[in-house]
C-alpha cells in the first residue's frame, strides 16, 4: 500500500513538475547511452542565511536572470543554449532555486514565490545586479511575478515562459506534494522516492518535451542525479503543493503590473494549458506580447530557444526605451490567429498605450 501510494505521488508530482532529464556528473554513462556533458562552473552566493548557486555569462545592460521551473536546476537553461544566446549582449545569471542542485533550502520558512523572490532580491543585490530582465520558466514564472509584483523598481521586464498564472483545478498537486509531508515524506524521499523517480524519468521527460523529440544535448547535460536527492525531491514536492495557491494569490495582482512582458508558450504543451494560462494573461495584460509556438510542448525554450531570446530582446529594448510614464511599444514577434478550445486567440499582438496606463475608451485589449 505504501508503495502504491509513493508510486502514485511521484508520478502526479511529476506530471506536474517532469523538468528532469537523464543523469549526472563525471562522465558517467545514461540510459539512453550518452554520456554527460563538461559540469557547468559554479558559483555560490549567501543571501539571506541562505547559499544560491548560479552561473555567471557575458556582459552589458540590462542584465538577464534565469529562473528554472519544478524539479529542474541551472542546467536546463544550459542545456537548451538560452543561457548562451542571452549572454551575447547581457550579463546573464542563472540560479538554482531554493532546494534544487545545489542551492539551500532551510526549513525556516516557507517557500512560497515571494519567500523565494526575497532571496534572490538579496543575492542579486550582494551580486551588483540592478534592474534585471527576469525570464522565469513554469514554476519559475511565480517567482519572476513575486519579483516584479512586490518590487517593481527592482525589474525591469519579465519574460514567462510555459507558466501556470491561475489556479485552474490539478487534482495531482495535493499527491505530488507528499514528499514534503513531515514522517511520512522524510520517509518516503530517503527510500522509495529516488528509485521511483529514476525509473519514471524517460517517460515523464518525453511528456515534457511532446510532441517535440527529447534533444541529445539534454539527455547528455542534465544532471538528474541531483534530482533523485531527498533535498532536492523536498523542494519539488513544496513546490507542488504551493502551486494552486499561489497562483490564486497572484491572479488579482496582474492588473498591478506597469513593465514589458513577453509571454511565449508552446502550442501542445502536455502540462500547463497555454489557452488558460499564457493567452488568458495576455488579454489581460494591456501591452504585453504573446508568442504561442506550433509543434512545441512545456519545454518550449529547447525546441524554440530562438524565439525565447528574442523576447528577451524585445523586452529589454523595451525597458531601455521606458520610462514610468513614457511611451512603450513592445516588438512583435508574430502574428496570427490560434483557436485554443475554440475562442481565438492572437499569437502576438503590439499596443501603443502608454505605461502604466490603461487603454483608452474604444480600444479593447485581447
Known amino acids: 500500500m505504501v508503495l502504491a501510494t509513493a508510486l502514485a505521488a511521484l508520478t502526479l508530482q511529476a506530471c506536474t513538475a517532469p523538468e528532469v532529464g537523464p543523469t549526472a556528473a563525471g562522465a558517467e554513462v545514461q540510459p539512453h547511452g550518452q554520456r554527460d556533458s563538461a559540469p557547468l562552473p559554479q558559483h555560490f552566493v549567501e543571501a539571506n542565511g541562505v547559499k544560491l548557486r548560479f552561473v555567471e555569462r557575458g556582459s552589458g545592460d540590462p542584465p538577464v536572470v534565469l529562473l528554472h521551473g519544478d524539479g529542474s536546476m541551472i542546467e536546463d537553461f544550459a542545456t537548451s543554449g538560452l543561457l548562451d ?3 551575447g549582449p547581457h550579463r546573464v545569471l542563472a540560479f538554482d532555486r531554493p532546494g534544487y542542485g545545489r542551492s539551500e533550502r532551510p526549513r525556516d520558512r516557507e517557500w512560497t514565490p515571494e519567500a523565494q523572490a526575497e532571496v534572490l532580491a538579496a543575492a542579486l543585490a550582494r551580486l551588483g545586479v540592478e534592474r534585471p530582465v527576469v525570464v522565469g520558466h513554469s514554476w519559475g514564472t511565480l ?3 513575486a519579483l516584479a509584483l512586490d518590487r517593481p523598481a527592482a525589474v525591469s521586464g519579465l519574460v514567462l515562459v510555459s507558466g501556470y498564472y491561475y489556479p485552474v483545478p490539478r487534482p495531482a498537486a495535493a499527491l505530488a506534494a507528499l514528499p514534503a509531508v513531515p514522517v511520512l515524506g522524510d520517509a518516503m524521499r530517503y527510500t522509495v522516492a ?3 523517480s529514476a525509473l519514471l524519468s524517460p517517460v515523464l ?4 518535451f511532446d510532441p517535440a523529440p527529447v534533444p541529445p ?3 547528455a547535460g542534465f544532471p538528474v542525479r541531483l534530482t533523485l536527492g531527498p533535498e532536492h525531491i523536498r523542494a519539488s514536492a513544496e513546490d507542488s503543493g504551493l502551486l494552486m495557491p499561489s497562483a490564486a494569490g497572484f491572479e488579482h495582482r496582474y492588473g498591478e503590473l506597469r513593465l514589458p512582458v513577453a509571454i511565449v508558450a508552446g502550442a501542445e504543451d502536455r502540462i500547463v494549458d497555454p489557452g ?3 493567452v488568458r494573461l495576455h488579454r489581460e495584460l494591456p501591452g504585453s506580447t504573446l508568442r504561442v509556438v506550433p ?3 512545456h519545454m518550449v525554450h529547447h525546441g524554440a530557444a530562438g524565439v525565447v531570446a528574442n523576447a528577451v530582446e524585445a523586452v529589454a529594448s523595451a525597458a531601455r526605451q521606458a520610462q514610468v510614464s513614457e511611451a512603450v511599444r513592445l516588438p512583435c514577434l508574430a502574428s496570427g490567429r490560434q483557436p485554443f478550445g475554440g475562442v481565438p486567440a492572437p499569437l502576438c499582438r503590439a499596443q501603443r498605450w502608454r505605461w ?5 475608451a474604444g480600444e479593447t485589449k485581447t
Open 85 to 87: 544566446l542571452t549572454a
Open 143 to 145: 517567482v519572476a511575478l
Open 194 to 196: 529516488p528509485v521511483l
Open 205 to 208: 521527460i518525453a511528456k515534457a
Open 217 to 219: 544535448r539534454f539527455a
Open 276 to 278: 488558460l494560462h499564457s
Open 295 to 297: 509543434g512545441q510542448g
Open 356 to 360: 502604466p496606463i490603461r487603454p483608452p
